[in-house]
């Protein structure tokens, strides 16, 4: 009789197992089911989107220079002499006039003297040839000399006139040597160091001195051939005043508590030719240098703020990701949902990049949540506001930047996740 219960308690003991395993094989096989139900009705991601149309873009260009002073000036030796003595210190400011130099005067000073006395000696010839002239012209009037003797006499004038014209030229060239004895600043500016020393001989043409205006100062660059043509257009379409505006920037002149050294000036001068070997437009800026801080020989950086790209596709930065196969946006088709477009990139600006290939006029392109977009996705779309949203980092569960989001980004939002697991544990126990 026991074997038999027992056969009869084991029995049912394993048809009861068989029952709860083929229900908890239900219960999971709902659970799944519900869960695919809850992914399948996902609600849409709200997101920005803009329609993509062709507009013109501002573009901030930068281009290294070098400053020059296109009116530096080298101060000459212009006569032979000892050099006696010289009145700037080297490295000042000199005005022009001031007297830079004094080379020996005496020899110059006695040529002159000597110069003086030939115009007097030519003076006294011309007077004796004016008289005699017109003494032949009465004795030829009263038929006492001939025509040959009065002819004979106006010629010894002319002669002698000439004469005292050739005597004044040399004493004009005397002083003119003279003059070259005292060397003056032709030009305002810092006076570099003395290439001869005091009782040296100068024998022109000998370089004394450079003198180096300092404001203002001009910066020589090369543009490439598309920004030349850029410029060229806005200059047509509005007020150069806006296509020429230049800023000047020394690298290296930055601290901790100080932007780097800037200058605010204009273009003013564009090449008229391309230089076939770079493809690159000579171009040149003027700057007001008033602290005269920087100088001539500087390379610095140079800045357009204002060049135009005229008819163009641009969407945020934000937008455009890294594909598989390269830059990518992700644009809405005719339901709603998001499909990538893989496009070609152009320059960036600002906030904003432009597109050459890739979209078409009336695409719509999703501009903000693009870490929590997937293809596939169906989007709320919300109007674009203009303005170009902060980069998300995605490392937390929820992307979401509004303050009373669930979760979070990145290391803090992992942190908020932690906590409120953690809060839940201690609430079961």
């Given amino acids: 009789m026991r074997p038999n219960l027992m056969n009869c ?3 049912f003991g394993g048809a009861l197992l068989l029952s709860l395993a083929l229900v908890g094989c239900g219960g999971d096989d709902q659970q799944s089911a519900q869960q695919g139900g809850n992914q399948q009705q996902k609600p849409p991601t709200k997101a920005e989107v803009m329609e993509v149309e062709a ?4 573009l901030s260009k930068e281009y290294p220079a070098q400053i020059r002073s296109n009116r530096e000036v080298t101060v000459m030796g212009r006569v032979e002499g000892i050099l006696e ?7 000042s400011m000199v005005e022009k006039g001031d007297e830079l130099f004094t080379i020996e005067q005496a020899p110059y000073e006695a040529t002159v003297k000597q110069r003086q006395a030939d115009v007097q000696s030519a003076k006294a010839e011309v007077y004796r040839a004016q008289r005699d002239a017109e003494r032949y012209q009465r004795l030829y009037n009263q038929n006492s000399i001939s025509q040959q003797q009065r002819d004979q ?3 010894d004038l002319r002669t002698a006139q000439a004469a005292q014209a050739q005597a004044q030229a040399a004493l004009d060239s005397a002083q003119i040597d003279l003059s070259y004895t005292e060397v003056n600043a032709p030009v305002s500016g810092m006076i570099s160091l003395s290439e001869v020393n005091v009782g040296n001989l100068v024998q022109p043409p000998q370089e004394l ?85 920087f100088l001539p020989g500087q390379f610095v950086r140079v800045t357009l703020p204002n060049v135009m790209r005229y008819d163009v596709y641009a969407v945020p930065s934000i937008a455009v990701t890294e594909g598989l196969k390269g830059p990518q946006v992700f644009v809405l088709d005719d339901e709603g949902k998001t499909e990538t477009r893989f496009v070609s990139l152009g320059e960036i600006a600002g906030d904003w990049q432009i597109i050459t290939e890739g979209l078409n006029p009336g695409d719509r392109v999703v501009v903000s949540g693009i870490g929590s977009i997937s293809p596939g996705d169906q989007i709320d ?46 609430g079961a126990n």
């Avoid at 507009?55 to 501002?58: G, K, L, N, P």
């Avoid at 060229?232 to 509005?238: H, I, M, S, T």
């Avoid at 009373?404 to 697991?421: I, L, N």
């Fill in 9 to 11: 308690t084991l029995g």
């Fill in 55 to 58: 507009h013109d873009v501002s």
């Fill in 85 to 91: 003595a010289r009145h700037y210190r080297e490295g």
């Fill in 153 to 155: 006499a106006q010629a």
């Fill in 209 to 293: 001195a450079t003198i180096t205006p300092l404001n203002p100062i001009e910066v020589r660059f090369s543009l490439p051939a598309d920004d030349a043509f850029s410029l060229r257009q806005q200059r047509q379409k509005e007020d150069e005043g806006v296509a020429d505006t230049a800023i000047l920037t020394a690298p290296g002149t930055e601290s901790a508590s100080r932007d780097a050294l800037q200058l605010r000036g204009k273009l003013d001068f564009l090449g008229s030719r391309v230089d076939e070997s770079t493809s690159t437009v000579q171009a040149e800026a003027a700057f007001q240098n008033e602290d005269q801080l």
């Fill in 381 to 426: 779309a919300q109007p674009f506001t203009g303005k170009v949203p902060k980069p998300q980092n995605n490392a937390g569960e929820n992307p979401s930047q509004e303050p009373d989001a669930q979760g979070g980004e990145g290391v803090a939002g992992a942190q908020r996740d932690a906590q409120k697991a953690n809060g839940g544990q201690n």
